[in-house]
């Protein structure tokens, strides 16, 4: 199975990189920082990662801290499945 981390910068290098496999983007590169993604690339992105692993982003989540980087990304999705996986057991 494919780590959050990796679908999302396959994601990000195909639809955001023009398909460049060799970019230097670490796992805590800020997407902004480096001018890969703009507000409407954020859109994308969120989009992608709603339809991906089955989760919603509320407004409130929208930020810096949770989808800037391939590792805030990665803490973020692990989050709010952990979070989806608990309501469902408990």
């Known amino acids: 199975m494919t780590s959050v981390?990796?679908?999302?910068?396959?994601?990000?290098?195909?639809?955001?990189l023009m398909g460049l496999k060799d970019?230097?983007?670490?796992d805590?590169?800020?997407?902004?920082d480096l001018g890969i993604i703009d507000s409407t690339g954020?859109?994308?992105?969120?989009?992608f990662l709603e339809e991906?692993?089955?989760i919603r982003v509320e407004d409130a989540e929208?930020?810096?801290?949770n989808l800037d980087s391939l590792?805030?990304?990665e803490q973020f999705i692990?989050?709010?499945?952990?979070?989806r996986a608990s309501s469902m057991t408990a």
Request: with cysteine; glycine share 2%.
């Open 5 to 16: 981390r990796d679908c999302v910068k396959d994601y990000i290098s195909e639809n955001f």
């Open 23 to 26: 970019t230097a983007l670490t």
């Open 28 to 32: 805590d590169a800020s997407f902004l």
């Open 42 to 47: 954020v859109i994308e992105l969120i989009a």
């Open 52 to 54: 991906r692993y089955g």
């Open 62 to 65: 929208m930020t810096p801290e």
């Open 71 to 73: 590792d805030a990304i």
């Open 78 to 83: 692990t989050r709010k499945t952990f979070r």
